[in-house]
T-cell receptor
Framework: GIQVEQSPPDLILQEGANSTLRCNFS?????LQWFHQNPWGQLINLFY???GTKQNGRLSATTVATERYSLLYISSSQTTDSGVYFC??????????FGEGTQLTVNP | EPEVTQTPSHQVTQMGQEVILRCVPI?????FYWYRQILGQKVEFLVS????????KSEIFDDQFSVERPDGSNFTLKIRSTKLEDSAMYFC???????????FGDGTRLSIL
């Protein structure tokens, strides 16, 4: 099956800093989603981005489908950005395959 | 914005008992899914459901598990004879056509004692 690799596995920032999270995948995809899992365990849908670039406030994402990677940018980070960020992809089937996640800690 | 709702939010069950997790997908969605996340690990696909039948399942989804859409709104996951290793967060999701974004519920945290 498809492999999804996220980096870095852990990231510690000071409030106000910017960061880039990366997701590499091993095959072409029909769907790519970025999620934020908050401390209560909820999966918050950040972006549906099988290709191209999208922005939502301080967050933006870019997927280069031909090179099989996606990037999530967080600018001016806040303590509420802390949590685990997951990339998930769907190929020809219906399942989303998740990466291992990036654990982000933003310190005040 | 319409959302996927799951009940209960937390379920505690004795090992060997049966448990039913319930989900109400977004009303005009066609595909329904269950995922599982063991504490500290990544989210894993269990099963997808379309047109009143399973369309895909993972190797985790063995005979212990079953899914059902008993009416026009609910989608359930039944786990028979629960084991300690079934303790996890279970997420329900739904999507319009396949390949469109999947929308996740808040999850049910299942604890097997």
């Amino acid at each position: 099956g498809i492999q999804v690799e996220q980096s870095p596995p852990d990231l510690i920032l000071q409030e106000g800093a910017n960061s880039t999270l990366r997701c590499n995948f091993s095959d072409s995809v029909n769907n790519l989603q970025w999620f934020h899992q908050n401390p209560w365990g909820q999966l918050i849908n950040l972006f549906y981005i099988p290709s191209g670039t999208k922005q939502n406030g301080r967050l933006s994402a870019t997927t280069v489908a031909t090179e099989r990677y996606s990037l999530l940018y967080i600018s001016s980070s806040q303590t509420t950005d802390s949590g685990v960020y997951f990339c998930a992809v769907e190929t020809s089937g219906s399942r989303l395959t998740f990466g291992e996640g990036t654990q982000l800690t933003v310190n005040p | 914005e319409p959302e996927v709702t799951q009940t209960p939010s937390h379920q505690v069950t004795q090992m060997g008992q049966e448990v039913i997790l319930r989900c109400v997908p977004i009303s005009n969605h066609l595909y329904f899914y269950w995922y599982r996340q063991i504490l500290g690990q990544k989210v894993e696909f269990l099963v997808s459901f379309y047109n009143n039948e399973i369309s895909e399942k993972s190797e985790i989804f063995d005979d212990q598990f079953s899914v059902e859409r008993p009416d026009g709104s609910n989608f359930t996951l039944k786990i028979r004879s629960t084991k300690l290793e079934d303790s996890a967060m279970y997420f329900c999701a739904s999507s319009p056509p396949r390949g469109q974004p999947q929308h996740f519920g808040d999850g049910t945290r299942l604890s097997i004692l």
